[in-house]
């Protein structure tokens, strides 16, 4: 099965989170003039007992087509991917249907946008396209489990 990657955009992408970037006018400017902010741009949700944690993850690059078989989700908290180079990854998102994941969608980023995944949302592993897939990622500390993983029947190839 092959699913045709998509560019990532904020309409497509809000059923499953936010897309992050500084697109179209600040909300405001700041430091003196010298510095846009773009405002609150995402729902960060850590859910009962969790707070808020900055990790880095340095991830393998792969390429397209990229075949894949695992999807996981956060049912304790969001989870955002902000890459720290200008380098487009691929985004893997699917519905939930009953408690599984449900077909996936593909989207590649820009380079210059980042990710906020909402509380439960299935997706793929973090898959940069190039070295040397440094993010920062915003996400749920806390001691309750926060990982459900699905292994698909048939694997799914992601093509460009």
């Known amino acids: 099965m092959q699913i045709q990657a998509e560019p990532l955009t904020a309409d497509a992408f809000a059923p499953f989170g936010e897309v992050l970037s500084a697109d179209g006018a600040p909300d405001r400017l700041i430091n003196a003039g010298l510095c846009g902010r773009y405002h609150d741009r995402a729902q960060l949700d850590f859910g009962p007992g969790g707070r808020a944690g900055i990790s880095i993850f340095k991830a393998v690059p792969r390429s397209l087509p990229y075949t894949f078989d695992l999807l996981e989700r956060h049912p304790e908290g969001s989870q955002a991917f902000i890459p720290m180079t200008d380098a487009p990854f691929l985004v893997i998102v699917a519905p939930?249907?009953?408690?599984?994941?449900?077909?996936?969608?593909?989207?590649?980023?820009?380079?210059?946008?980042?990710?906020?995944?909402?509380?439960?949302?299935?997706?793929?592993?973090?898959?940069?396209?190039?070295?040397?897939?440094?993010?920062?990622?915003?996400?749920?500390?806390?001691?309750?489990?926060?990982?459900?993983?699905?292994?698909?029947?048939h694997p799914m190839t992601v093509i460009s």
Do not use: C, M, S
Request: no cysteine; proline share 9%.
């Open 96 to 153: 939930d249907e009953g408690g599984r994941p449900g077909a996936p969608r593909a989207f590649l980023t820009r380079g210059d946008q980042a990710i906020n995944l909402h509380r439960g949302t299935w997706h793929g592993v973090l898959t940069p396209l190039q070295e040397p897939g440094l993010f920062a990622v915003v996400d749920r500390i806390g001691t309750t489990p926060n990982l459900e993983e699905v292994i698909l029947t």
